[in-house]
């Protein structure tokens, strides 16, 4: 029997007590921690606009923009490339 791999969304500020909730309830494969981008990203919108933002909210706008978790990450043939010249 093969269980299927569900994405469990985390759509709460409190992010350690959910993680620590996941631990505690065996479900950490399916917890779901936004990228620490929407938490910087949170951040400057927040300090821009004085008003508050949730996690959920920043995630969904930066996907709708074209954001994706692998952006800013060089894989290993870009660094390859960069060490060879």
């Known amino acids: 029997m093969?269980?299927?791999k569900k994405s469990v969304?985390?759509?709460t500020d409190d992010v350690l007590t959910s993680f620590y909730d996941a631990i505690?309830?065996?479900s950490v494969e399916r917890?779901?921690?936004p990228h620490s981008d929407v938490f910087y990203v949170r951040a400057a919108v927040e300090a821009k606009y004085g008003k508050r933002f949730s996690l959920k909210h920043v995630e969904t706008i930066m996907k709708?923009?074209?954001w994706t978790e692998t952006?800013?990450?060089e894989s290993s043939s870009d660094i390859?490339?960069?060490r060879n010249g």
Do not use: A, M, P, V
């Open 9 to 11: 969304k985390l759509y």
């Open 24 to 26: 505690r309830t065996n």
């Open 64 to 66: 709708e923009e074209g």
């Open 80 to 82: 390859n490339r960069c």
């Open 71 to 73: 952006d800013g990450q």
């Open 31 to 33: 917890l779901h921690i």
């Open 2 to 4: 093969t269980l299927s």
